[in-house]
């Protein structure tokens, strides 16, 4: 029903930056709250950032002050700028959204996921 599509991921020297996009496109109604989560191997998923429509955010501690999510309700957009970037942030990044639906359902949807690597 939502589909997600990301972009920004890359490769860059610690203490660097990256922008990371995601746009979410489909049977989308109310979006609830669009966030980023990431993975790095042997480790589980963990919330990076979250934000609602009313623009109330949530961040991990290992990046607050040095990541900020926004983002673009009319075009259903979520933004991740990463400051200060450190090689302990390197792992998967996934976009998830929470949605209602014009079938009155809410929906979680994930993004395919995209790397980031910062080099020492």
């Known amino acids: 029903q939502v589909q997600l599509v990301e972009s920004g991921g890359g490769l860059v020297q610690a203490g660097g930056s990256l922008r990371l996009s995601c746009t979410a496109s489909?049977?989308?109604?109310?979006?609830?709250?669009m966030g980023w989560y990431r993975q790095a191997p042997g480790n589980e998923r963990e919330l990076v950032a979250s934000?609602?429509?009313?623009?109330?955010?949530n961040y991990a501690d290992s990046v607050k002050g040095r990541f900020t999510i926004s983002r673009d309700n009319a075009k259903n957009t979520v933004n991740l700028q990463m400051n200060s970037l450190k090689p302990e942030d390197t792992a998967v990044y996934y976009c998830?959204?929470?949605?209602?639906?014009?079938?009155?359902?809410?929906?979680?949807?994930w993004g395919q996921g995209t790397q980031v690597t910062v080099s020492s």
């Open positions: 998830t959204s929470n949605v209602i639906t014009f079938s009155h359902t809410t929906a979680r949807s």
């Open positions: 489909g049977s989308i109604f109310v979006i609830n709250a």
């Open positions: 934000i609602t429509s009313s623009g109330s955010t």
